[in-house]
C-alpha cells in the first residue's frame, strides 16, 4: 500500500505567524478587524477588511505620527500605545468606520500591558470594541505618570538617574513631564477635523 501523502499546514501556520483557529473567530464578527503590531521602535495599527481576494487595509497609522503632535517620547512605549489607539479611532472615525475587533495576532494577552493601553486609547477615541474594562492598565500607566514620579525620586542621584533615562537626556527631554506631554498630545488629535486626519501620510 502507497502512503498517504503528508498533508502539510500553512506555511503561516508552520512558522507561528498566524493563528487560523483566531482569525475564523475574528471574521465571524464581520466587523473590520483593529490589528495591531509591536516593532522594537514604533507601533503599527490598521483596520482592515476582510474581501475574497484578500484583506483591504481601510485606516493605517504608526506612532511615528504622533510626533506630529507634539510627542517626542518613546513611540513604543505605553503612552504612546494609548496615543496611537486614539488616532485610528480618530481616522476610522473620519473613515465612517465605528466599530471594530481587536486582533492582537501571536501578542500575549497580559492584563495591562500596552496591548489593552491601546485597546483603551481606540476605545475613548470613539470606535465602538467588545472588550472588559478590567483588563485596561492604570491611568497612571496610561499616562507616563509612573514613569515622571520614578524619574522625580531619583534624580537626586545623578548617576543612576542619568544612566536610567540616558535616551531621553539625549535628546533634551524630560522624563518628569512625559504626564504632562501626554495631556497637551491628546489634545491635539481631540481638536483633529476629518480634513486634517486623512491628510496624515502612513509610513
Not at 501626554?182 to 509610513?203: H, Y
Request: avoid cysteine; charged fraction near 30%; glycine fraction near 6%.
Amino acid at each position: 500500500m502507497r502512503n498517504k501523502p503528508k498533508v502539510l499546514p500553512f506555511k503561516r501556520r508552520r512558522e507561528g505567524k498566524t493563528n487560523y483557529k483566531k482569525r475564523l473567530r475574528l471574521l465571524l464578527s464581520k466587523k473590520p478587524r483593529l490589528v495591531i503590531r509591536m516593532t522594537n521602535q514604533r507601533i503599527i495599527a490598521q483596520l482592515v477588511e476582510f474581501q475574497n481576494t484578500g484583506d483591504l487595509v481601510k485606516v493605517g497609522v504608526d506612532s511615528y505620527q504622533l510626533k506630529n503632535y507634539g510627542w517626542n517620547f518613546s513611540l513604543k512605549n505605553m503612552p504612546a500605545a494609548y496615543l496611537t489607539g486614539y488616532l485610528i479611532a480618530k481616522k476610522a472615525l473620519a473613515s465612517n468606520i465605528s466599530q471594530a475587533i481587536l486582533d492582537t495576532g501571536n501578542k500575549s494577552e497580559i492584563k495591562g500591558n500596552k496591548l489593552f493601553a491601546f485597546l483603551k486609547g481606540a476605545v475613548d477615541g470613539g470606535l465602538e470594541i467588545p472588550h472588559s474594562e478590567d483588563l485596561y492598565p492604570s491611568e497612571e500607566k496610561i499616562s507616563g505618570q509612573h514613569i515622571g514620579d520614578y524619574a522625580t525620586k531619583i534624580k537626586e542621584n545623578t548617576e543612576v538617574y542619568q544612566r536610567i533615562f540616558s535616551n531621553y537626556l539625549k535628546n533634551k527631554l524630560d522624563p518628569t513631564k512625559m504626564a504632562e506631554q501626554f495631556k497637551k498630545t491628546k489634545e491635539q488629535l481631540e481638536q483633529l477635523t476629518a480634513k486634517k486626519i486623512t491628510s496624515i501620510p502612513f509610513w
